[in-house]
């Protein structure tokens, strides 16, 4: 199939959603690589040949999670008594480990807001000392700052004032939108069971991060049984909030990996083929300035084609946690990602988990400000400092 359309006649960022989806179905070979050899292109005016990653370390906060999605294997409903939320002292022992390794990023993650659903959830919080799940990832972002190591809040959807809480304490914070398409939503599909999965919830958090000043990430998860014309919409969603709020620092892009023991662990991924092809449009259709991300643990062997279609960012590496999300998935350990970065003719950067046009007091509280320059923790570029 080839399409009306060429990148020599289409200026990146002008392109239509009908035109986008054209070409997702694309599969003329010589078509896809003139896109990709133009996404690369964009990718290079504004990247320099430099792709970013960050050293993280993973704190999964709670594995109760008051959604069940059919792809997910990071949740778990029966945890012993007592055992609802990783203890404070596991956690200290995590983040000493960290700053022993010069690790920038606490990733704190967990499912979404456990307390509602479980009473030994919420007993276990008020028995801590805490009223709620936001108040524990306070706690322990504020704990991560004392040791020079700056969180990244990964809390599912989140309320105005509750992101404004957090953003004292937080140098970045995300949410996957994941999809744009409430159909998934509907019985049968992924998000059936999932109340936090509502798009129009997701879009709220994100617009509200936006309102805020938080440098945010987001990004969809591919392969979970959207349309190309979902995917389009997903995409074009994040590039129309962003335009308003400048506030999407990254946008992953995500394949699913079926996980052993969930509904979904006899789907197969989406392939390789349509993921470089998602990421070339992607390119396409957000604004330059947002960096695209793709996990390198997910798409091992087939790291120079993402390059090549114009991905600028790695995304979290961690050398002492593993990807809680996909554990059969291991990180490349960072010297092999220098190696196949530079085969591409790329140079691999290391940044903190905020990019370095966001490193000013608009976005982030004087509280993380100051560390980030009292530490001297980056270059005069703005990336990580070693
Ligand atoms: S919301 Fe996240 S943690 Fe909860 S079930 Fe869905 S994917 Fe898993």
Same mark, same amino acid.
């Given at each position: 199939?080839?399409?009306?359309?060429?990148?020599?006649?289409?200026?990146?960022?002008?392109?239509?959603?009908?035109?986008?989806?054209?070409?997702?179905?694309?599969?003329?070979?010589?078509?896809?690589?003139?896109?990709?050899?133009?996404?690369?292109?964009?990718?290079?005016?504004?990247?320099?040949?430099?792709?970013?990653?960050?050293?993280?370390?993973?704190?999964?906060?709670?594995?109760?999670?008051?959604?069940?999605?059919?792809?997910?294997?990071?949740?778990?409903?029966?945890?012993?008594?007592?055992?609802?939320?990783?203890?404070?002292?596991?956690?200290?022992?995590?983040?000493?480990?960290?700053?022993?390794?010069?690790?920038?990023?606490?990733?704190?993650?967990?499912?979404?807001?456990?307390?509602?659903?479980?009473?030994?959830?919420?007993?276990?919080?008020?028995?801590?000392?805490?009223?709620?799940?936001? %108040?524990? $990832?306070?706690? +322990? *972002?504020?704990?991560? =700052?004392?040791? /020079?190591?700056?969180?990244? @809040?990964?809390?599912?959807?989140?309320?105005?004032?509750?992101?404004?809480?957090?953003?004292?304490?937080?140098?970045?914070?995300?949410?996957?939108?994941?999809?744009?398409?409430?159909?998934?939503?509907?019985?049968?599909?992924?998000?059936?069971?999932?109340?936090?999965?509502?798009?129009?919830?997701?879009?709220?958090?994100?617009?509200?991060?936006?309102?805020?000043?938080?440098?945010?990430?987001?990004?969809?998860?591919?392969?979970?049984?959207?349309?190309?014309?979902?995917?389009?919409?997903?995409?074009?969603?994040?590039?129309?909030?962003?335009?308003?709020?400048?506030?999407?620092?990254?946008?992953?892009?995500?394949?699913?990996?079926?996980?052993?023991?969930?509904?979904?662990?006899?789907?197969?991924?989406?392939?390789?083929?349509?993921? %470089?092809? $998602?990421?070339? +449009? *992607?390119?396409?259709? =957000?604004?330059? /300035?947002?960096?695209?991300? @793709?996990?390198?643990?997910?798409?091992?062997?087939?790291?120079?084609?993402?390059?090549?279609?114009?991905?600028?960012?790695?995304?979290?590496?961690?050398?002492?946690?593993?990807?809680?999300?996909?554990?059969?998935?291991?990180?490349?350990?960072?010297?092999?990602?220098?190696?196949?970065?530079?085969?591409?003719?790329?140079?691999?950067?290391?940044?903190?988990?905020?990019?370095?046009?966001?490193?000013?007091?608009?976005?982030?509280?004087?509280?993380?400000?100051?560390?980030?320059?009292?530490?001297?923790?980056?270059?005069?570029?703005?990336?990580?400092?070693?």
């Amino acid at each position: 199939m080839t399409s009306n359309y060429s990148p020599h006649t289409i200026l990146p960022h002008s392109l239509a959603e009908n035109q986008a989806v054209e070409f997702i179905k694309l599969d003329d070979v010589d078509e896809i690589s003139a896109w990709k050899k133009s996404a690369q292109t964009i990718a290079n005016n504004v990247y320099q040949h430099q792709i970013t990653y960050t050293t993280n370390v993973f704190v999964p906060l709670t594995f109760l999670c008051r959604n069940a999605c059919d792809y997910c294997g990071f949740r778990h409903s029966r945890i012993p008594l007592g055992e609802e939320y990783l203890k404070p002292e596991k956690i200290e022992k995590i983040l000493e480990t960290a700053k022993h390794h010069r690790v920038s990023e606490v990733l704190i993650t967990m499912g979404d807001k456990p307390e509602k659903k479980y009473p030994n959830a919420q007993k276990w919080l008020l028995e801590h000392g805490f009223n709620s799940t936001v %108040e524990y $990832i306070y706690y +322990i *972002a504020e704990k991560a =700052l004392t040791f /020079e190591l700056l969180p990244h @809040i990964n809390a599912g959807t989140l309320a105005f004032d509750e992101l404004r809480h957090l953003r004292e304490v937080s140098a970045s914070m995300g949410l996957m939108l994941e999809t744009i398409s409430s159909r998934l939503t509907h019985r049968g599909l992924p998000h059936a069971q999932s109340p936090d999965k509502n798009p129009k919830i997701r879009m709220t958090t994100i617009k509200n991060a936006g309102t805020l000043k938080i440098p945010f990430t987001s990004g969809i998860l591919v392969g979970i049984g959207e349309t190309p014309k979902e995917i389009v919409k997903s995409l074009f969603s994040l590039k129309n909030i962003h335009e308003k709020y400048h506030h999407l620092q990254e946008v992953i892009i995500q394949n699913f990996q079926p996980q052993k023991h969930t509904p979904m662990e006899n789907f197969s991924p989406p392939s390789i083929d349509l993921m %470089e092809k $998602i990421i070339i +449009i *992607a390119r396409y259709i =957000l604004p330059p /300035e947002i960096s695209i991300q @793709i996990p390198p643990n997910l798409i091992q062997g087939h790291e120079l084609r993402f390059i090549e279609a114009g991905i600028s960012d790695w995304g979290g590496i961690s050398s002492i946690t593993h990807d809680y999300i996909n554990p059969g998935h291991k990180w490349p350990p960072i010297a092999q990602l220098t190696q196949i970065t530079r085969e591409g003719g790329y140079r691999l950067r290391e940044r903190l988990p905020v990019y370095p046009s966001y490193l000013n007091l608009d976005w982030l509280s004087s509280r993380v400000y100051n560390l980030i320059r009292t530490r001297n923790l980056v270059t005069k570029d703005g990336y990580r400092k070693r």
